[in-house]
C-alpha cells in the first residue's frame, strides 16, 4: 500500500488525494518528530511562567482576558474540544473527513502548532485505522479555522462522540479507538487549541474539486468537439494560429483538445451544403476554447493558491524558531474561499454553454438536418426533449450555486471574530456544483453521441468513434425508439464521473491537456 511521508514543509495535493480517497497510510518523518518535540519543549517552558500566554495558559476568542491556573489548563483543552464540536445537519463526505484530518496532521507535524509528538502519532493511528470522525455540514465560518468540523475529529482523538469503523458502522469513537489499539489522548496546553485552528476542510475540498474539476475541463472540450461535428461544424476556429494571437494558456489548451479529437472527421465544414447553410458557427460551439480555456486559467490560479496553502502551518498562536508564541491571523480562509467561489462561477458558465449545445442539438430549425430532438419517430416519440429539461434544471441550480459565499460575513464570539470567510460553505456549494457539472457533461455526451449516429453517410473522427464505442460498451445505449431514460443517463454519468470519456479519446489522440 502506498505511504504518505509528513515532514515539516508541508505535503502536495497528490498525497491529500491519496490519504482521502485512497487510503495511503501515513508515516511521520524523523525531521517531524524532532520538530514536534522541539516546539513542545517551548510551549512547556511558556506554561511554567506566570505570565498570561494566549493559548497556553488563557481562555479563547472573547474569553481571552481570563488567565487560567495549571490545575485547570487540561480541563479547558477538553472543553474547548467539547463545546466547539457543534456541528449540525448531515453528514460530512468521509473522504472529506479525511482530507480534514490529514491536513491538520500536516500543520501539526510543521512543528508550529507546539503540539506533542504522541498526540500527532495518534492522528496518524486514527488515520491508519480507517476511523472517520462523524462530521456534520454546519458548523464553520472559515475563520479561527474550520473550527466545529475539526474539534469532532479532535474530539474522535479523546475517544468522545462518534465515528464510523473500517467497516462503514457509526459507533462510538472510543470503541472503536479500543478495537484498533489506539489510547485515547490527554490533552494538554495549547493541544486543544492546535487541532481546531486551520483552513483544513475548505483547503481539502478545494485540492479534490481542482482534481475532479481537470478531469471534467478535459471531458468538456471533448463533448463541444463531439457537438461541432454532430452539427456539421467547422473546426477551422481551432487552428493554434487564432488562438496564438490571444495567448491565454487555457484557451489553447481547450482548442489543442478539440482539435486533436476532431482530427480526421468526415462531418465538419459542410457549411455551404444545402442542409447547413451558414457563415459561421454559433457562440456556443465556435468560442468552446475561450469559455473552457478561461475556467481552465481560473483552475491555474487556483491551484497556485492551494499550493501555497498546503506549505502553510496554520495555527493561532503559532511556535517560531526563536522560541516565541505569538498570535495572528492565518486562520483566516479568505485566501481559499475566494478561488473556492471563483471555481463555482466557471463551472456554473461550463455547464451553461454546455447546455446549450445540446439544446442546439435537439432544435431541428438549428441542427442543420438533425431530427426533432434527435426522435426515433417524432411526435411518437420524444427523442432527449426532456433529458435537455433535466440539463437545464441543473444549470439552473449551478447559477444558485455561483452566489460567492466569501462575499459574506457574520460576526461571532462577542464580536471578537468580527470578519469571517465563510470558505467552507464556499468548499460545500463547490462540491455540489462539481458534482452537477458532471452530469451536465454527461448528458451532452449522451445527446452529441446519438447525434453523430444520426448523421447517416459521414464518418465521424477516429476519436469520436472510440468515444461512441466505449460509451455503448458502457451501457451508453445510442439512438432508437424511446425508452426508460434515466438508466441511460445514469451510465452516461458514470461514464464521464469515471474518466472513461477521456480514456476512450486517449486511446486514439494520445494525452489531452
Request: hydrophobic letters at 45%; a negative charge; charged letters at 20%.
Amino acid at each position: 500500500m502506498h505511504t504518505v511521508v509528513v515532514g515539516t514543509s508541508g505535503t502536495t495535493a497528490e498525497d491529500v488525494i491519496a490519504v482521502a480517497r485512497g487510503n495511503a497510510r501515513v508515516e511521520l518523518s524523523g525531521e517531524a518528530l524532532d520538530a514536534l518535540a522541539r516546539a513542545r519543549e517551548i510551549v512547556d517552558a511558556l506554561a511554567a511562567k506566570p505570565e498570561p500566554v494566549y493559548g497556553v495558559s488563557t481562555g479563547f476568542g472573547a474569553l481571552a482576558s481570563r488567565h487560567i491556573s495549571p490545575e485547570l489548563r487540561a480541563q479547558l483543552q477538553r472543553n474547548i474540544v467539547r463545546s466547539h464540536a457543534a456541528g449540525m445537519g448531515p453528514r460530512v463526505e468521509r473522504e472529506v473527513v479525511r482530507a480534514l484530518m490529514f491536513l491538520r496532521l500536516k500543520t501539526v507535524a510543521s512543528g508550529h502548532t507546539g503540539v506533542r509528538p504522541s498526540v500527532a502519532q495518534t492522528m496518524v493511528d486514527v488515520l491508519n485505522a480507517g476511523i472517520t470522525p462523524v462530521v456534520h455540514e454546519y458548523g464553520s465560518l472559515g475563520c479561527s479555522g474550520d473550527l466545529a468540523p475539526l474539534s469532532h475529529c479532535a474530539l474522535a482523538l479523546m475517544g468522545e462522540g462518534d465515528a464510523e469503523g473500517p467497516d462503514g458502522s457509526v459507533r462510538p469513537a472510543g470503541e472503536l479507538l479500543a478495537e484498533a489499539g489506539i489510547e485515547p489522548v490527554e490533552l494538554r496546553e495549547k493541544e486543544g487549541l492546535a487541532l481546531l485552528n486551520g483552513t483544513d476542510g475548505m483547503l481539502g475540498m478545494l485540492v479534490m474539486a481542482l482534481a475532479d474539476l481537470a478531469k471534467l475541463y478535459t471531458s468538456a472540450d471533448i463533448t463541444a468537439a463531439l457537438t461541432l461535428e454532430a452539427l456539421l461544424g467547422s473546426e477551422k476556429v481551432l487552428a493554434p494560429e487564432l488562438h496564438a494571437i490571444r495567448p491565454h494558456p487555457g484557451q489553447g489548451a481547450a482548442a489543442a483538445n478539440m482539435a486533436a479529437v476532431l482530427k480526421g472527421s468526415g462531418l465538419t465544414g459542410h457549411f455551404q451544403e444545402e442542409s447547413a447553410p451558414r457563415v459561421q458557427d454559433a457562440y456556443s460551439v465556435r468560442c468552446a476554447p475561450q469559455v473552457a480555456g478561461a475556467g481552465r486559467d481560473t483552475m491555474a490560479h487556483a491551484a497556485l493558491v492551494a499550493s501555497r496553502e498546503l506549505a502553510a502551518a496554520v495555527d493561532n498562536p503559532v511556535v517560531l524558531p526563536d522560541g516565541r508564541v505569538e498570535s495572528n491571523g492565518n486562520f483566516h480562509g479568505a485566501p481559499v474561499a475566494y478561488v473556492l467561489d471563483f471555481l463555482a462561477i466557471a463551472a456554473a458558465d461550463l455547464g451553461s454553454i454546455a447546455e446549450r449545445r445540446t439544446d442546439r442539438l435537439l432544435d431541428k430549425n438549428r441542427s442543420h438536418g438533425l431530427p426533432p430532438f434527435l426522435a426515433d419517430d417524432a411526435g411518437v416519440d420524444s427523442g432527449l426533449m426532456i433529458a435537455q429539461y433535466t440539463q437545464a434544471a441543473l444549470v439552473s441550480e449551478m447559477k444558485r450555486l455561483a452566489v460567492p459565499a466569501s462575499a459574506d460575513s457574520i460576526p461571532s464570539s462577542a464580536m471578537q471574530e468580527d470578519h469571517v470567510s465563510m470558505g467552507w460553505s464556499a468548499a460545500r456549494k463547490l462540491r455540489t456544483a462539481v458534482d452537477n457539472l458532471t452530469r451536465i457533461v454527461a448528458i451532452e455526451m449522451y445527446a452529441a453521441t446519438r447525434a453523430i449516429e444520426l448523421r447517416h453517410g459521414l464518418t465521424a473522427a477516429p476519436a469520436s468513434r472510440a468515444a461512441i464505442e466505449a460509451a455503448r460498451a458502457a451501457g451508453v445505449q445510442g439512438p432508437g425508439p424511446d425508452r426508460f431514460l434515466a438508466p441511460d443517463l445514469a451510465a452516461a454519468d458514470a461514464f464521464v464521473r469515471s474518466g472513461a470519456l477521456v480514456e476512450a479519446v486517449e486511446t486514439v489522440t494520445g494525452p489531452l491537456a
